[in-house]
């Protein structure tokens, strides 16, 4: 049964920071990339962060310089580092991991920025 499980969302202020993680587990395929989707309400989902299975990163434009993504290949694991929170940050957190014979998603997890 695969399973992704997500953590580290909540209630943060203007310029904090929060770390996300989400590990995998119950995948019979080889994970190549993984990464975050996230969704605010009234907005279309957006690919905040994406990891290759070699370390390579890419960033939406809207949080690059600010989100750092890290991953462990050895317990499938990945991190979301998020730093100087702004209030357009909040959304739901998706964690997706992509193999050769499919991708899956997480559960999401709630990400809230306000004062």
């Known amino acids: 049964q695969v399973q992704l499980v997500e953590s580290g969302g909540g209630l943060v202020q203007p310029g904090g920071s929060l770390r996300l993680s989400c590990a995998a587990s119950?995948?019979?395929?080889?994970?190549?990339?993984m990464g975050w989707y996230r969704q605010a309400p009234g907005k279309p989902r957006e690919l905040a962060a994406v990891?290759?299975?070699?370390?390579?990163?890419d960033y939406a434009d809207s949080v690059k310089g600010r989100f750092t993504i890290s991953r462990d290949n050895a317990k499938n694991t990945i991190w979301l580092q998020m730093n100087s929170l702004k209030p357009e940050d909040t959304a739901v957190y998706y964690c997706?991991?992509?193999?050769?014979?499919?991708?899956?998603g997480g559960q999401g997890t709630q990400v809230t920025v306000s004062s």
């Open positions: 997706n991991v992509w193999g050769k014979s499919g991708s899956w």
């Open positions: 990891i290759t299975r070699g370390g390579s990163t």
């Open positions: 119950g995948i019979m395929d080889t994970i190549n990339n």
